[in-house]
């Protein structure tokens, strides 16, 4: 299957620094990367859908300006949480997708997550 | 999307077929039935997935009955590596994908 790298794996900051979390697809073109976010003992929420080379699309409630999203390239997206606070404290999870005509069927692909601590 | 109803647990010996059953009676007929797993603090793994037709992969087969309202994702032989989350979703695949609350599956020796 396809692969997904998502770096870091785990990352500790101080509240109201930043910190980006990269999401790359290695052996395919992903024209659709997704970000979710995952609290202990929940599942998967989805936080925004992003098309290269153009705006993401975030789900309601999710603050686009605390969550800046930049997909510049069709291997890489990058997710930022501003201003973190331990509220911000969670799993994030990336996915990634090739074009709707491409041998992979529409599947998505998954990072293996960012565990962020805000302190 | 269509939602789907998952028992929220089950058991199987290691060794043993595990078949884990899911729901999705308001699929729509361009939706596909998805399955995905996820191990305990990574991201979610793809299985498998089909519209119509049963599905094997390596991994898994995938069982949709006739009417598509309902589908068995069946793991052969399990081990204690399986031991896992498993979300069954339905989507057309142009949009996203909804994580319900899944099916802990726990394989035990």
């Known amino acids: 299957g396809a692969v997904v790298s998502q770096h870091p794996s785990w990352v500790i900051c101080k509240s109201g620094t930043s910190v980006k979390i990269e999401c790359r697809s290695l052996d395919f073109q992903a024209t659709t990367m997704f970000w979710y976010r995952q609290f202990p003992k929940q599942s998967l929420m989805l936080m925004a859908t992003?098309?290269?080379?153009?705006?993401?699309?975030?789900e309601q409630g999710v603050e686009k300006d605390k969550f800046l999203i930049n997909h510049a390239s069709l291997t890489l997206s990058t997710l930022t949480v501003t201003s973190a606070h331990p509220e911000d404290s969670s799993f994030y999870i990336c996915?990634?997708?090739?074009?709707?005509?491409?041998?992979?069927?529409?599947?998505?692909?998954f990072g293996a997550g960012t565990r962020l601590s805000v302190l | 999307d269509a939602k789907t109803t998952q028992p929220p647990s089950m058991d199987c010996a290691e060794g043993r077929a595990a078949n884990l059953p899911c729901n999705h009676s308001t699929i729509s007929g361009n939706e596909y039935v998805y399955w995905y797993r996820q191990i305990h603090s990574q991201g979610p793994q793809y299985i498998i997935h089909g519209l119509k037709n049963n599905e094997t992969n390596e991994m898994a087969s995938l069982i949709i009955t006739e009417d598509r309202k309902s589908s068995t994702l069946i793991l052969p032989h399990a081990t204690l590596r399986d031991t896992a989350v498993y979300y069954c979703i339905v989507s057309t695949g142009a949009n996203n994908l909804f994580f319900g609350t899944g099916t802990r599956l726990t394989v035990i020796p």
């Open positions: 996915s990634a997708r090739a074009g709707l005509a491409a041998l992979a069927k529409n599947i998505q692909y």
């Open positions: 992003s098309n290269e080379g153009s705006k993401a699309t975030y």
